[in-house]
Protein backbone atom coordinates (compact mmCIF):
# COMPACT_ATOMS: atom_id res chain seq x y z
CA UNK A 1 0.00 0.00 0.00
CA UNK A 2 1.16 3.76 -0.42
CA UNK A 3 1.37 5.12 2.49
CA UNK A 4 2.30 9.37 3.14
CA UNK A 5 4.23 9.18 6.83
CA UNK A 6 4.29 13.01 8.90
CA UNK A 7 5.27 13.70 12.31
CA UNK A 8 6.48 17.34 13.56
CA UNK A 9 9.41 16.78 16.43
CA UNK A 10 6.82 15.61 18.61
CA UNK A 11 6.28 12.88 17.03
CA UNK A 12 9.32 12.06 15.10
CA UNK A 13 10.52 9.77 16.75
CA UNK A 14 7.74 7.21 16.36
CA UNK A 15 6.94 8.13 12.66
CA UNK A 16 10.35 6.88 12.49
CA UNK A 17 9.77 3.79 14.23
CA UNK A 18 6.66 3.24 12.00
CA UNK A 19 8.37 3.86 8.76
CA UNK A 20 10.54 1.14 9.47
CA UNK A 21 8.03 -1.11 10.23
CA UNK A 22 6.37 -0.38 7.41
CA UNK A 23 8.86 -0.49 4.83
CA UNK A 24 9.69 -3.93 5.94
CA UNK A 25 6.14 -4.93 5.87
CA UNK A 26 6.50 -4.18 2.22
CA UNK A 27 4.35 -0.90 1.83
CA UNK A 28 5.63 2.08 -0.30
CA UNK A 29 6.48 4.77 2.35
CA UNK A 30 6.97 8.26 1.96
CA UNK A 31 7.83 10.27 4.39
CA UNK A 32 6.86 14.13 4.41
CA UNK A 33 9.20 14.89 7.15
CA UNK A 34 10.26 15.87 9.88
CA UNK A 35 13.43 14.15 9.39
CA UNK A 36 15.11 15.93 11.90
CA UNK A 37 14.43 17.04 15.27
CA UNK A 38 13.23 20.85 15.79
CA UNK A 39 11.71 22.22 18.65
CA UNK A 40 10.00 24.48 17.04
CA UNK A 41 8.54 22.96 14.09
CA UNK A 42 5.18 23.31 13.36
CA UNK A 43 2.98 20.02 12.37
CA UNK A 44 1.13 21.76 9.66
CA UNK A 45 4.53 22.14 7.63
CA UNK A 46 4.67 18.48 7.52
CA UNK A 47 1.01 17.01 8.11
CA UNK A 48 -0.90 19.20 5.49
CA UNK A 49 1.22 18.38 2.69
CA UNK A 50 0.72 14.51 3.68
CA UNK A 51 -2.69 14.89 3.49
CA UNK A 52 -2.59 16.56 0.47
CA UNK A 53 -1.47 13.45 -1.02
CA UNK A 54 -3.76 11.46 0.54
CA UNK A 55 -6.47 13.37 -0.68
CA UNK A 56 -5.30 13.76 -4.13
CA UNK A 57 -4.56 9.70 -4.20
CA UNK A 58 -0.92 9.60 -4.51
CA UNK A 59 -0.86 8.30 -1.43
CA UNK A 60 -3.69 5.78 -0.39
CA UNK A 61 -3.49 6.45 3.62
CA UNK A 62 -1.73 8.37 5.80
CA UNK A 63 -0.15 8.21 9.09
CA UNK A 64 0.48 11.81 10.98
CA UNK A 65 2.06 12.09 14.62
CA UNK A 66 2.72 14.74 17.05
CA UNK A 67 3.11 15.28 20.89
CA UNK A 68 -0.72 14.28 21.25
CA UNK A 69 -2.18 13.44 17.80
CA UNK A 70 -4.45 16.31 18.11
CA UNK A 71 -2.69 19.19 16.41
CA UNK A 72 -1.77 16.55 13.46
CA UNK A 73 -6.00 15.53 13.24
CA UNK A 74 -7.22 19.61 13.28
CA UNK A 75 -4.23 20.49 10.16
CA UNK A 76 -5.05 17.23 8.44
CA UNK A 77 -9.02 18.09 8.40
CA UNK A 78 -8.27 20.96 6.97
CA UNK A 79 -7.36 19.91 3.89
CA UNK A 80 -11.20 18.88 1.57
CA UNK A 81 -11.06 14.96 1.08
CA UNK A 82 -8.32 14.03 4.17
CA UNK A 83 -10.55 12.07 6.87
CA UNK A 84 -8.45 11.84 9.56
CA UNK A 85 -8.90 11.49 13.52
CA UNK A 86 -7.19 10.83 16.61
CA UNK A 87 -6.98 6.95 17.57
CA UNK A 88 -6.20 5.79 20.50
CA UNK A 89 -7.98 2.45 20.54
CA UNK A 90 -8.48 -0.91 17.92
CA UNK A 91 -12.42 -0.08 17.64
CA UNK A 92 -11.97 3.23 16.26
CA UNK A 93 -9.01 2.42 13.58
CA UNK A 94 -11.38 -0.13 12.57
CA UNK A 95 -14.73 1.63 12.37
CA UNK A 96 -12.96 4.84 11.37
CA UNK A 97 -12.15 2.97 7.92
CA UNK A 98 -15.05 0.88 7.76
CA UNK A 99 -17.70 3.26 8.27
CA UNK A 100 -16.58 7.06 7.91
CA UNK A 101 -13.81 6.20 4.90
CA UNK A 102 -10.98 7.33 7.49
CA UNK A 103 -7.94 7.73 5.30
CA UNK A 104 -5.21 9.58 8.10
CA UNK A 105 -4.44 8.15 11.13
CA UNK A 106 -3.30 10.64 13.70
CA UNK A 107 -1.44 9.42 16.61
CA UNK A 108 0.33 10.73 19.56
CA UNK A 109 4.17 10.37 19.94
CA UNK A 110 3.52 11.40 23.75
CA UNK A 111 0.52 9.55 24.23
CA UNK A 112 1.05 5.89 22.61
CA UNK A 113 4.13 3.72 22.86
CA UNK A 114 5.33 2.15 19.80
CA UNK A 115 3.78 -1.31 20.24
CA UNK A 116 0.01 0.04 20.52
CA UNK A 117 0.44 1.89 17.58
CA UNK A 118 2.32 -0.74 15.53
CA UNK A 119 -1.25 -2.25 16.03
CA UNK A 120 -3.41 0.54 15.44
CA UNK A 121 -1.54 1.21 12.01
CA UNK A 122 -1.90 -2.41 11.42
CA UNK A 123 -5.90 -2.38 11.90
CA UNK A 124 -5.94 1.05 10.13
CA UNK A 125 -4.57 -0.36 7.07
CA UNK A 126 -6.35 -3.56 6.73
CA UNK A 127 -9.74 -2.36 7.49
CA UNK A 128 -11.82 -1.39 4.40
CA UNK A 129 -15.00 1.15 3.67
CA UNK A 130 -17.98 -0.65 3.78
CA UNK A 131 -19.48 1.78 1.34
CA UNK A 132 -23.01 0.90 2.39
CA UNK A 133 -25.77 3.90 1.63
CA UNK A 134 -26.02 5.75 5.17
CA UNK A 135 -22.29 6.17 5.08
CA UNK A 136 -21.89 7.14 1.83
CA UNK A 137 -24.82 9.25 2.63
CA UNK A 138 -23.18 11.27 5.15
CA UNK A 139 -19.78 11.16 3.58
CA UNK A 140 -22.14 13.18 0.84
CA UNK A 141 -22.97 15.33 3.41
CA UNK A 142 -19.19 16.06 4.62
CA UNK A 143 -18.16 16.79 1.18
CA UNK A 144 -20.77 19.14 0.76
CA UNK A 145 -19.27 21.26 3.61
CA UNK A 146 -15.71 20.88 2.07
CA UNK A 147 -17.11 22.62 -0.97
CA UNK A 148 -18.53 26.06 0.79
Known amino acids: MKIGLA???GG??????????LEESGHDVKDF???ETYPD?????????MARAVASGERERG????????GASIAANKVPGARA??????FSARQG???DDMNIICLGGSVVGYSLARDLVDIFLKARFKAEERFV????KIARLEER
Open 12 to 21: RELKGRLKAY
Open 137 to 140: RRLS
Open 97 to 99: VED
Open 85 to 90: ALIVDA
Open 33 to 35: GAY
Open 7 to 9: ADH
Open 63 to 70: IAVCASGV
Open 41 to 49: DDYPDYVVP
